[in-house]
């Protein structure tokens, strides 16, 4: 039975990884307010659209202290930020919908999602993903490091320096892949399982552009930031 050991540098650059992920969480008072009271589908959105776009600005944070992503062309940051945004937003949600949350907010938080002017047909591929999210119980190092590896995909639109991204990748998979060994002795597959989540938040990319073209239909206002990081508008 090979011996699994993380080193000193893997260990620091997943301290590196996790407290960036855990410094830049959701503010909890905007994922509240989607508890409270009755909302109409309007105010839905509007709440939707302040999370999304608080979660851009998070992920900007985190993504400057992944190690090595700023000494990567400038242009090439952008295209990394931009290709990921999407799906390192269903992710975020699937993690904050899959968290323990007190008895009966999780069925709250699926109605007022399902009631916010999203399409019926793009509502079973998000929750199926939330749940297939949820059922794998990943621990914070594990989630944080599955958000540094989708936004170090090195085939995003527009990347030139594509090797540069691959190294960067490759050393989280790295980590990532000895971590889920030593959480999960018991299940060998589970490292693959986590990377097969990754493909399928690919397929969420297509679904959200049709989402958005259904919303710019009626009318829908996003923020600046959201056009920005989206390319709509
Ligand atoms: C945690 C944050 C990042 N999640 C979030 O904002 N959600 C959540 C969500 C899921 C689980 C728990 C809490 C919230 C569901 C949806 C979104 C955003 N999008 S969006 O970005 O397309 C959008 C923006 C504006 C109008 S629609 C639509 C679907």
Not at 49 to 63: D, G, K, R, W
Request: glycine content about 2%; hydrophobic content about 40%; some cysteine.
């Amino acid at each position: 039975k090979e011996k699994i050991e993380i080193t000193k540098e893997q260990q620091a650059l997943m301290k590196i990884i996790l407290d960036a992920y855990n410094r830049h969480q959701i503010p909890q008072d905007v994922a509240k307010k989607l508890l409270q009271d009755q909302y109409s589908a309007e105010e839905n959105f509007l709440l939707l659209t302040e999370m999304a776009t608080s979660q851009v600005q998070v992920l900007v944070e985190f993504t400057k202290n992944i190690p090595g992503f700023l000494s990567l062309d400038h242009e090439d940051q952008i295209a990394l930020l931009k290709g990921s945004a999407v799906e390192a937003m269903f992710l975020r949600s699937a993690q904050v919908f899959s968290r323990k949350m007190p008895k009966g907010h999780t069925e709250v938080l699926e109605a007022r999602i399902r009631k916010s002017g999203i399409s019926e047909e793009f509502m079973t591929p998000m929750f199926n993903f939330y749940k297939s999210i949820g059922e794998l119980h990943m621990v914070q190092e594990e989630q944080a490091l599955l958000t540094a590896i989708t936004i170090l995909t090195p085939d995003r639109p527009h990347v030139k320096d594509q090797h540069a991204v691959e190294r960067l990748q490759e050393s989280m998979l790295d980590v990532l892949r000895k971590l889920c060994a030593l959480q999960h002795p018991q299940e060998p597959q589970y490292f693959a399982r986590l990377l097969g989540r990754l493909t399928e938040l690919r397929t969420l990319n297509h679904y959200h552009t049709e989402m958005l073209t259904s919303w710019r239909m009626n009318d829908h206002k996003f923020t600046p930031l959201l056009c920005e990081i989206w390319d709509v508008q």
